[in-house]
């Protein structure tokens, strides 16, 4: 008898048919990972100490790293303690009403190079303290206690006791398995639950109980013949053999096959929202259950270097590895998640060893830390003090881009003394033939949307239909275009919105904004119906606003689409995010009472939340209510003083009640707290022409400096020629190359 009819004979015997065994798997339990050891010694020796085991646990005498031998440490002039009360951790700290209070720690969170520790309230929120232990060895510097945020203050968000450092909302579902956030809003309390309080085997392979089930009644190779030994995700590498091919420095894939490896990594390795609890991403998209995030200047320098913790995949998604079926295990053992062979050899398992050698690639000391791959393609930032994160995109050295957009190059950050013009010259000594110095690149356009360049729109137009840019790039420069309606744009996002990529659908859906409610809804109305959830759900939000303009049937399209945002925003509503955007649905609706509920719902939850005041104030203003506008505003400034943005809405309401003098100087605040934007200096501009002139042209000055928006340079023109001020001639002039010939001569007229 064949192998194969035995097994499915085994199969048949003990109750598991093709259909029955597809059926388990969609009810597939967690199990634990005690579960595996016994099978799976090696893999679990492998796991146990690694950055996923240590990811978070009990605070035990084995787990805790730190010195809590009654040690004291001072912070701004005040004594902050640790200590032990039995088997307990205990630590005496600043809480947010200014008085030390003592908190029992409960939980580790992490383990190398830091560790963090984490308090549980009575509400069920479990927060990190702002204190952090060094777990270095003393001669790297480590063995010692330090502030996380030392410039913190209770009304920012990454205070200790703010949504910041909540690990239910922040960091629970990577640090635990089988995690539920159950957050009741009715309550605003937590009653988080996990199977395995770390990450365990089935966060990565999945839920394993028709996997154990299996194993039970037989050997290795029944398994075999079950959906990937009875779990319902496929963890294999995409490339299963690479072949040398003439004229390639590099082995290529004999063949790329679709596997959900790098979904199930980028769960976690990546900056992202998450949307639901109740979508599984690995059978669909990522974007079923998370929002990822695009190369925003926030979180990226121009060029698609790390700047802020993107924690991978956005890097990632940029790099030719990706394109060429890389995955995660090419590099890193799964269970350690160390490398998988020496860094020098890692590299050389595709890259031909002669092709890259110091000779003929570095161009470095055979040995030296500048002859590593890893320190031109994967130049390290170190973030929260002492943790070195590479860049997983795998840029080629670009100093020509330094020296047009400022992006940083590993050259000149070796070779600090010289410039970026030496580091281009010699590169181009180097690879004389190279197809990359110099060459076409999208930071330039990213960097002249940042700046606001008038070439900007069509760069970005070009760089979102181009189809060899990642998908990642594409949907960054859709988003941009937000800032750029146009004809170009349009084209650019009417493409877009049938692209099959769905981060390229999301990017239309935000380089939509400015169009007006009808076009808008032309072009990505018909993404209400799309297959992926963070596509339906984004389109939705962003067409709710013009609620009152839809006529039945577009409201009807709408609705279903509408009701899983609502899901997402009620999942996310411990965020002040998540409320306020709740807030502005009900808001657009007519549903007046419902939309300040979820206003001031928001402001309990994160009072420091500056978008919940200005909404809110909004609603009030479009009622006639300015009284209860001001109010709000003024508690917003109470609550959030950092923000510019509160004070700018402060200021118009000023501005709306006729008292010009408050709103200026409220205006003044708001630009010395927001120095580059230009809208606050325009409006600030304008509020100054009565009270202080000069004032008033030089705000009108910096406003179009920083936004290059001619309609700007015209306000400052109209104004210089109203005084007949004798800078009005160079400012017409400058004017003239951005505005038609008969509004300059208008406007020359009156010179």
Known sequence: MGVVVRVLLALVSVGFTSSSVSSELEEASFVGSDTCIECHTKEVDSWTGSDHERAMD????????????????EHQGKTNRFYKKDDEFWV???????????????????????????????????????????????????????????????????????????????????????????????????????????????????????????????????????????????????????????GKSTLQPSDIKSTQQV???????????????????????????????????????????????????????????????????????????????????VCLQCHIASEYSSENHTFHQKGSEADKCTTCHMPETTYMEVDPRRDHSWHVPRPDLTQHIKTPNVCTTCHESESPEWASKALAAWFPESKYQNSQHYGIAFYASAIGHRAAADALSYI???????????????????????????????????????????????????????????????LLTDSILAVRTEAAGALARYWQELNPLQKDQLKPALKEYIAVQEFNSDRGFGRTNLGNVYAAQGKTKLAIAEYEGAILVEPYFANSYINLADLYRSQGQETLTEQTLQLGIKNQPNSAAIRYSAALSKLRQG????????????????????????????????????????????????????????????????????????CLQQLSQFAPKEVIEQLQSRY
């Open 464 to 526: 979102a239909q181009d189809n060899t840019e990642a998908s990642i790039v594409r949907a960054s420069a859709l988003q941009r275009l937000a800032n750029y309606p146009g004809q170009n744009s349009l084209i650019a996002l009417g493409r877009a919105v049938k692209n099959s990529d769905a981060m390229v659908r999301v990017g239309a859906i935000q380089g939509s904004e400015r169009y007006p409610s009808h076009q808008r809804w032309q072009i990505i109305s018909p």
């Open 58 to 73: 009990h605070a035990t005498s084995e787990s805790v790293l730190a010195d809590f031998n009654n040690v004291q440490f």
């Open 92 to 246: 005496n700290i600043q809480g947010p009403d200014g008085d030390f209070h003592a908190y029992q720690i409960l939980y580790t969170f992490g383990h190398y190079p830091l560790q963090q520790y984490m308090v549980q309230f009575d509400d069920g929120r479990v927060q990190l303290i702002p204190f952090t232990w060094d777990s270095r060895d003393k001669k790297s510097g480590g063995q010692r206690w330090y502030h996380l945020y030392p410039d913190t203050t209770p009304n920012d968000e990454f205070y200790w006791t703010n949504s910041g450092q909540n690990w239910n909302f922040m960091c629970a579902d990577c640090h635990s398995t089988n995690l539920r956030k159950g957050y009741d809003k009715t309550t605003n309390q937590y009653q988080t639950t996990w199977s395995e309080i770390n990450v365990g085997c089935e966060a990565c392979h999945g839920p394993a109980s028709v996997h154990l089930e299996l194993a039970k009644q037989g050997n290795e190779g029944r398994l075999r013949t079950v959906d990937h030994y009875g779990f319902n995700r496929d963890l294999s590498q995409a490339v299963t053999s690479w072949v040398f091919k003439q």
């Open 659 to 730: 008292e010009k003098l408050a709103a200026s100087d409220l205006l003044k605040q708001a630009v010395d707290l927001e120095h580059d934007n230009a809208q606050y200096w325009y409006v600030y501009g304008l509020s100054m022409e009565s009270i202080n002139l000069g004032q008033a042209i030089s705000a009108l000055n910096q406003a179009f400096k920083l936004s290059r928006n001619p309609e700007q340079l015209y306000a400052q023109c109209d104004m210089l020629l109203k005084y007949q001020k004798p800078e009005s001639k160079a």
């Open 263 to 345: 979904k199930v990594c980028a769960q976690c390795h990546s900056r992202r929202v998450q949307l639901t609890e109740d979508y599984d991403h690995v059978q669909g998209e990522i974007l079923d259950r998370y929002l990822v995030s695009n190369l925003t200047q926030e979180l990226y320098h121009a060029d698609g270097q790390i700047y802020d913790e993107v924690y991978v995949l956005g890097s990632f998604e940029q790099s030719k590895m990706a394109q060429m079926g890389v995955t995660c295990t090419n590099c890193h053992e799964p269970h350690t998640a160390k490398l998988k062979i020496p860094e020098e050899s």
